[in-house]
């Protein structure tokens, strides 16, 4: 094919089609329209030896489309498109696949067959194809997700949608269909909703941040083992004080004269000889009762906050992210002027 003017044919007629959504059938490309300059946004960086190879694949496309074989058909258009980017190429990809039932597909592809409005398809496949999006557009649905938190990834039936904070408005078909969104150190949500025909579906996924949540601050399990440990030290050197008098009182008793006379020490024979050995020997058992009741009371308190610290173990918990602010309100009464601060963190 020549090539010597500085615009461009393309060997393409695409075919009318019917209103209804019954098979439709493209007609051959014999005579060629004309696709515009050299400077259409459809022409430019395809050459001509591009542009035939791409008219051969969409004839074939076509021969395929009127047997009808249409999934064979869309894949020559496919190939075609791959090559170049004509409108018309589009419209005709657009009608096979409304023939084996790919609403979704078929809208975008029509939409971008009336991307540059009448001149590429002509004045009668231009209003076809305002007809068909419309038709396809009544059969569909869509979903209109919005998510505020920064970096979520949001999804629909699982294929990436964006990337949050943000929306997206995506057409779907009219049936049941799961959106999701998920970040990490965030409570992933997940929602279903059914579109309807015709119809838009607002939805939106607001993520709460997991958060490392205890019943006590970590240090009040600890200062409770702490404390525990202090009565029974305490204990221990009330024990240390007892153990003394005890051999401070052996010491003494063993040189009295008592012993060697009859009836031997009594009470008030030792009283007579040490007025203080006796209260230093009441003094030895009271302490050492305080020891016995230190080691038992810190060793109660010490398994009390080793009890409090496993119950203290961190988990994870929801939490909404919540605007750090501070606010100040003046105080006044009869006997006092000031301003009242409240921190949110």
Known sequence: MKTTKPWIFIGVIVSGLMASRAPLHAQSADAPSAAGGENMPWNQGVTGETREAARTLFLEGNRLFKIPLFAQAVEKYGEALDKWKHPAFYFNLAIAQLNLGQDLEAREHLEQALKYGAEPLGAD????AQKQLLE???????????CPTPGAEVTLD???LFTGPGNHEVWVKAQAHEVAAKRADYVTQSKHVTAAAGKLEPLTLSLHKLIEDRPWAVWKPWAVVGSGVVIAVAGGVVHALSARDFKSYDATFVTLTCLTKVPGCTEDAIYEENKHLSSRLSRARLEQKIAVGGYIAGGAVIAAGV????????HLMEREDTATGIAMVPVVSPDMLGVLVTVSH
């Open 125 to 128: 496949r231009f209003q076809e």
């Open 136 to 146: 396809v557009q009544r059969h569909l649905g869509r979903i209109r997700v919005s």
């Open 158 to 160: 699982g294929v990436a």
């Open 307 to 314: 009890a409090l610290l496993y119950l203290n173990r961190p």
